[in-house]
């Protein structure tokens, strides 16, 4: 495990590391997610083995910090990863990121694009989601005002969200897991998809093949980015078939890759 302070107060982020040759790969969890649990089988992977690789926990998640007067905005998680990667010696990696983790991602490409030099989003999340009382993920937790959340709505979060899930969301701080959930579904600014497009470096994003097509793939791939369909998965691609999902990246992160786009 290591770390690094990420900010004033001297909170720090923490990630595991697998050693190898650089340039390194980070990987980004999604919400009330943790990066090891999601990410530790398939770094190892033969195909992806190798590369110096950074499973690193978002700061008020898994094994990082929890600080409560931390905003947990988009912006806000992409500067303290930048803070990390930088006290870490990572420049221009490959960076592997599920769900808001891939939201993060974007916007740390934005506003820190020397740090990231290849992009594989997994189901990550293009668009502002509206928030609706009893709906699963962010729309649900975003419905509750944080007091509200804070005085026992977590309660209602933690049950509808089962035990697998739970099992790594209860490691992230509630004022994280509120603040992060109300900022996803308001999205960035500009928001996520129209960053995405104007980004420089190679993109992929794999969505899972039985959600049919992606709303604006079209788009997408005019602007260069690669839409790959995994097949027999939901949306933790990773965890539902880690061998297609392994040959996904390591396709879109092959030298030959380059910025060629496919549908």
Known sequence: MRNAVVTPEGDRIRWAELPGAE??????????ATSPAYFAETA??????????????LLGFGISDRPTGFPYTLEAHADAVAEALRAAGVSAADVVAHSMGG??????????????????????NLDPIEPRRGAPGSGGIA??????????????????????????????????????????????EPVMRELLTKLPMPRTFLLPAADGPLPGADALVAAGVRVVAVPDCGHNIMLDN???????????????????PSA
């Open 103 to 124: 939201s993060v991602a974007i916007v740390l490409a934005a506003r820190h694009p020397d740090l990231v030099a290849r992009l594989v989003l997994v189901d990550a």
């Open 23 to 32: 340039p390194a790969r980070v990987y980004l969890h999604g919400l009330g």
């Open 44 to 57: 190892a992977h033969p195909l992806l083995a190798g590369r110096r690789s950074l499973l690193l926990d």
């Open 143 to 188: 419905a509750l005002s944080e007091e509200e959340f804070l005085a026992g709505g977590w309660e209602r979060i933690r049950d509808a969200a089962g035990a697998h899930w739970w099992s790594t969301m209860r490691l992230a701080g509630l004022e994280a897991l509120h603040r992060s959930a109300v900022h996803l579904t308001r999205g960035s």
């Open 242 to 260: 880690p061998e297609a999902y392994v040959r996904a990246v390591s396709a879109a992160l092959a030298p030959e890759a380059g910025v060629a």
